[in-house]
């Protein structure tokens, strides 16, 4: 039987370096550090969303009202943008995203700390383990209203636990009300990580406590409840919106989620990284001085569960399931805690190892969010090109394996910044049918509207993720288009882009085109 923690430190008494206030603060500083060279933060989907953030605030342009309609709408999917639209008014948009997806991984690092410290009372010195999952897949594929949902979540749980070992049960109930709400409101995939993490809690609380597993699992409902009342919201959400939920127990594909849990940009990096996480956890297991939480163990348990029942589409959005990944392996590291009181001889190996991975992870981030800015700073010049209102399709050019695409498609999404800096016209928006809040009323750019009719393979190529190059730059309605954008793009028919005006290029081959409108017709 595993036994419970150790009581909390007296005050006053001295304590290892991890478990000070000052390591915390430092840690949440550290989160901070990748994003704070980067003007824009380089994260894939991000700058579609920018996109939607300047129709937001400046949708009544003329250039931008012929082209996009924006309606907010009541939905589990606006974190962001609910952060955004007032601090941008004061600051600017870029600014504004800079500063709130800075705060996301700081918010999610205090998240995983406050939870650590209720559950064991102090902090392990391996809970710094779980810290880069902050700059997991999820995050850096940009899915901002979703990692902000869950960093708050975290922090909300870590609030739940406390209150509950006081036993402030009324305080909790009112507060997790209006909480759950927010959280919801942010992305509804967090509000739903939130129910998980407390009903895991409450079920091993209630255990612990003496009830049998099903009178556990009653109380573990019950508790739940209080974070109820978004399912009238949801209800009200979903009712007629439609939106796809498919592709289920595609173990492939989970496979590769699992993999891919802190991809950034160097396979072999990147997979030892999460190899050492995953040997960190075996040698808790083993290691007869260390050993796993109950509660967190079997949180962990039931996320895992949820990863593998989650198909991977659900109401329309992609890589439901990949998105939890990460925190599943989190919650798994910060449930190690010593078997006793802390063996400070081994306290300090651990410590100072993961330390040294934190550093290692946080620093080959911080470098790779450079390489993608100084790439968006050289490919962004042929903005320079583009007058205001300008009509761009572009179409960026992707790896044609897994493997071979390993470094996160940053450049997916750059058309974005059409919309963002020259209140123009890019084909990257999503059309997720009942959770979008900015629609295309540009119909003449047929199937160049949304993503993904932006990304091309190689041609050739058998990824069913994009098209090969050929078949759009045959396609591509030219009347439409001001201008053809091509970003890092695969070898194509150089014919297919005659009667074009190369106005901009660089030497990996991205280019810019003016296309003429007057007696044009697409190329055979």
């Known amino acids: ?24 603060v430092a840690m949440v500083l550290l989160a901070a550090v990748p994003l704070l060279y980067p003007p824009i933060p380089p994260l894939v989907d991000l700058l579609g969303h920018m996109g939607r953030y300047r129709v937001m605030l400046d949708g009544n342009a003329p250039s931008l009202s012929a082209l996009y309609h924006f309606q907010w709408a009541l939905m589990g999917n606006l974190g962001v943008d609910l952060a955004v639209y007032p601090l941008a008014k004061l600051i600017g948009l870029e600014p504004a995203v800079k500063l709130v997806v800075i705060a996301i991984p700081m918010v999610t690092v205090a998240g995983m700390l406050w939870v650590a410290r209720e559950v064991h009372h102090r902090l392990p010195p391996t809970v710094m383990f779980a810290l880069p999952l902050a700059y997991g897949h999820h995050f850096l594929f940009g899915f901002v209203n ?43 995939f967090g509000w739903g990580m939130l129910g998980l993490l407390v ?67 160097w396979i072999m990096w990147d997979r030892l990284s999460f190899l050492l996480e995953i040997l960190i956890v075996i040698f808790a297991v083993v290691y007869p001085r260390l050993t796993l939480s109950r509660m967190l ?34 919650m798994a ?17 651990l410590a100072s190892v993961a330390l040294a991975f ?13 390489l993608a800015s100084d790439e968006y700073d050289r490919q962004l010049t042929a903005l320079d090109h583009m007058p205001v209102g300008a009509k761009v399709v572009s179409l960026v050019g992707l790896g044609c394996t897994k493997d ?46 949304y993503d993904p009719s932006n990304l091309v393979v190689p041609n050739r190529c058998p990824a069913r993720w994009a098209r090969p190059i050929d078949l759009p730059l045959r396609t591509i309605p ?47």
Request: glycine share 6%.
């Open 1 to 24: 039987m595993i036994p419970p923690a150790a009581p909390p430190t007296p005050r006053g008494s001295p304590r290892p370096w991890w478990e000070t206030r000052a390591f915390v």
């Open 146 to 188: 979703y990692s902000l949902s869950v960093g708050l979540a975290l922090l909300a749980f870590g609030l739940w636990l406390r209150l509950g070992r006081h036993r402030r049960y009324r305080l909790r109930a009112a507060l997790f009300v209006p909480i759950s709400v927010l959280i919801w409101l942010c992305h509804a």
């Open 199 to 265: 009903f895991s809690a409450e079920f091993v609380r209630a255990h612990d406590d003496g009830r049998s597993w099903w009178r556990s699992v009653l109380r573990a409902t019950g508790q739940s409840l209080i974070l109820a009342l978004p399912l009238i919201l949801m209800l009200a959400w979903r009712e007629g919106a439609g939106g796809q939920t498919a592709d289920w127990f595609n173990f492939s594909n989970k496979m590769f989620s699992l993999r891919t849990v802190l991809r950034d940009r």
């Open 297 to 330: 163990t079997f949180t962990t348990i039931v996320l895992a569960v949820t990863f593998v029942l989650l198909p991977r589409i659900i109401f329309g959005s992609a890589y439901a399931d990949m998105r939890l990944m990460p925190f599943v392996l989190a």
């Open 333 to 349: 590291l910060l449930a190690i805690r010593f078997r006793r009181d802390t063996d400070l001889k081994v306290g300090w190996v």
């Open 358 to 370: 934190v550093l290692a992870r946080t620093a080959s981030v911080t470098w790779s969010l450079k």
């Open 404 to 449: 071979a695409s390993w470094p996160m498609w940053r450049n997916a999404h750059l058309g974005g910044l059409v919309v963002v800096r020259k209140l123009g016209f890019s084909n990257d928006h999503w059309d997720v049918e009942g959770a979008k809040l900015l629609t295309v009323i540009y119909d003449q750019a047929g199937a160049f509207r």
């Open 478 to 524: 030219r009347q439409a288009f001001d201008y053809l954008w091509l970003i890092n793009p695969p070898a194509h028919d150089p014919k297919l882009v005659a009667g074009m005006q190369k106005v901009w290029g660089l030497p990996d081959g991205s280019a810019l085109y003016r296309i003429p409108k007057q007696g044009v017709t697409p190329a055979p």
